[in-house]
């Protein structure tokens, strides 16, 4: 899989994470697994030479409990005592208490002003609605294996799509794509390299693994209250990778 490199792609979406993604695999019998903290506290000394989480990331946890308590030090303090009390330690729930910090004293709903929430259908006729998923062997960011056993998957650098969907355009299954983000805003954020593969999805959807495909996602396209990214509905379009399928016919 390749993401398109460019001002336009650096700038105006997530890439990042995508770094991470490479170390934490492991090619061969050879290769050393990673802990979830060492590859972040890498990450970290090239942000910054003199962050506090270096030395954390040699793998003492007390460190990072100490990082935790001085962060959050009204929820977590005296972390590493607690760790060692029998049972644990309980932090709260104020909901599971009745207890909401409100003018009014009680919770307060919303009623959604649209099914959609890209507040419309996807513009273009050619232009699917985007939906990231994690597998069952990823924890948010950390992946611990590259096939996916809940849904009886193999592989990430795949796009999930209904056969009817993937026959309008005249694609076919295993057959080598491009997803390319139909947000006009000047910049180009094209991941190639996928493989489409038929699932149980509805109409005008497609889903692909977070964060592979981090790179379609604009920084500025967030939800306006939370300020999360929007990575379950990303107008995208979908296209055939000539060089991809050249490539791997080669290979």
């Known amino acids: 899989m390749q993401a398109a ?54 793998g003492d946890y007390g460190l990072i409990r100490d990082l935790i308590e001085a962060t959050h030090p009204d929820k977590f303090r005296d972390f590493n005592d607690w760790l060692l009390t029998p049972g644990g330690f309980h932090r709260g729930n104020k909901a599971r208490q009745r207890i909401w910090r409100t003018e009014g004293g009680k919770a307060g709903f919303t009623a959604p002003e649209t099914i959609s929430v890209l507040g419309d259908k996807p513009g273009g006729r050619d232009e699917l609605t985007m939906a990231t998923l994690r597998s069952n062997v990823q924890f948010n960011t950390t992946i611990y294996g590259i096939s996916d056993r809940l849904r009886g998957l193999a592989g990430r650098e795949i796009v999930l ?8 355009p005249g694609l076919k299954e295993g057959q080598a794509v491009k997803l390319e983000c139909a947000i006009e805003d000047g910049y180009e954020r094209v991941v190639r390299g996928l493989r489409l593969v038929g699932y149980d999805l509805p109409d005008g959807c497609v889903a692909t693994y977070y964060q592979e495909l981090n790179p379609l996602v604009p920084v500025h396209y967030h939800d306006e209250l939370s300020g999360t990214p929007a990575h379950e509905c990303v107008p995208v379009r979908i296209r055939p990778d000539s060089a991809a399928a050249g490539t791997r016919a080669a290979a």
Do not use: C, W
């Not at 799509?161 to 309008?168: A, D, F, Q, T």
């Open 161 to 168: 799509i209904n056969p009817k969907e993937m026959s309008r």
């Open 5 to 58: 490199v460019g001002a336009g792609t650096r700038h105006g979406a997530l890439v990042l994470p995508i770094r991470l993604i490479r170390r934490l695999h492991v090619h061969s019998p050879e290769s050393r697994m990673m802990s979830e903290d060492e590859p972040t506290g890498a990450e970290s000394t090239q942000q910054r030479e003199d962050s506090p989480f270096y030395t954390a990331a040699t």
